[in-house]
């Protein structure tokens, strides 16, 4: 509980329910595909369905927040908020489009899955206009990075699902593996700065610790879903007979570092849920007894510790009804013996007049 205060401040709750809702999702669908649940698809998507739940409800409030609030529109920055928020729940609208979708060809296949891909489709496109965007006005754009970098990607997939390419896998995941060879390349050089950190004098211990947390995150997130994209290319080609359960495994370990990141990933927006305000001085408002807990410190110190501390502890005289006290409940005290037992007599000053 010390440092309470410093993890709200670090911890970004838009990543932490996204990347919690994709983990639950990856999980479920896994056991769905390999017979282990019989639920329908409808409700092994409902991870993302609270996802965009929550994303939607705390636009709105946020957008209510914002009229209620005019005074908050003359600031640069607030209008900057404002805008990143109905540019991101209007991304997860066109991303539940295409999941009630694929939910739905999966659950009746009524549909071609170009159709079923066409939201994403657009959605990529719309992606490459928001990382501009973002990139000017200095807003993360990871997702929408991402979904931008991946439209070939997205155009292969559906035609190789509806028949009108014979491709093996290998091949159709051409385009993600050009993206994870230039991400392998990133996490390289990341673990060659971290141990050129570790090695300088010239560089703090914060700095080092930064390079270091930011090359295990990397490593991490690419290599166990590079190595999961691998698996799941070879188990559609019928070259590796393994469950989708197993498959997944280091997907999930790349999801689940991804949770543990947004702990330490800052940011975050104000205007989400009308908070206004940073997310930590938000919670801290709106629950205060968390003040006192954030703000103790805790001191552990053994028995041999306190009894050298107390050696420096001037001596006092204490009477204790107990003339033996046992000494793991009274601390060891000593009489006191007057230092300098000198008199201390006035100067008097007599003025004589002349």
């Known amino acids: 509980m010390a440092n309470l205060i410093h993890l709200l401040q670090d911890f970004n709750p838009g990543k932490f329910v996204a990347y919690l809702s994709l983990l639950i999702f990856v999980a479920l669908l896994s056991l769905r595909l390999d017979g282990v649940l019989k639920t329908d698809y409808w409700g092994i998507f409902s991870p993302l369905w609270i996802m965009h739940g929550f994303v939607l409800f705390g636009a709105g409030i946020g957008t209510i927040a914002w009229w209620k609030h005019p005074s908050s529109h003359v600031d640069p920055e607030s ?20 999941e009630i979708l694929a939910c739905d060809k999966l659950q009746t296949s009524r549909h071609i899955w170009v159709l079923v891909f066409l939201p994403m489709l657009f959605l990529s496109i719309v992606c490459i206009a928001v990382s501009i965007w973002a990139l000017k006005h200095e807003r993360p754009f990871e997702v929408e990075l991402f979904l931008a970098l991946n439209l070939l990607q997205l155009i292969f997939i559906p035609l190789k699902l509806d028949g009108f390419i014979t491709w093996r896998w290998e091949l159709v995941f051409i385009p993600i593996w050009i993206i994870y060879g230039a991400a392998v390349i990133g996490v390289s050089y990341s673990i060659l700065l971290a141990a050129l950190f570790s090695r300088s004098v010239n560089i703090t211990n914060d700095q080092r610790r930064a390079s270091t947390q930011a090359a295990s995150s990397y490593v991490l997130l690419v290599i166990p879903s590079l190595i999961s994209v691998i698996l799941l290319a070879k188990k559609l080609d019928g070259d590796l007979q393994m469950p989708y359960s197993l498959v997944n495994i280091p997907l999930l370990i790349a999801l689940t570092s991804l949770v543990l990141r947004s702990f330490t990933a800052r940011g975050g927006n104000l205007w989400w849920c009308g908070m206004r305000k940073d997310f930590c001085l938000f919670i801290l408002d709106l629950f205060p007894m968390l003040r006192e807990y954030g703000n103790v410190s805790y001191d552990y110190q053994s028995t041999e510790q306190r009894s050298l501390e107390s050696n420096d502890i001037p001596e006092v005289t204490v009477l204790s009804p107990n003339p033996n006290p046992p000494s793991s409940v009274w601390p060891k005290i000593k009489n006191v013996k007057n230092v300098d037992s000198r008199t201390v007599v006035p100067i008097l000053i007599i003025d004589l007049p002349d």
């Not at 990143?84 to 066109?94: E, K, P, T």
């Open 79 to 98: 209008y900057i908020q404002f805008k990143s928020m109905l540019v991101s729940s209007s991304l997860h609208l066109l991303l539940a489009f295409f």
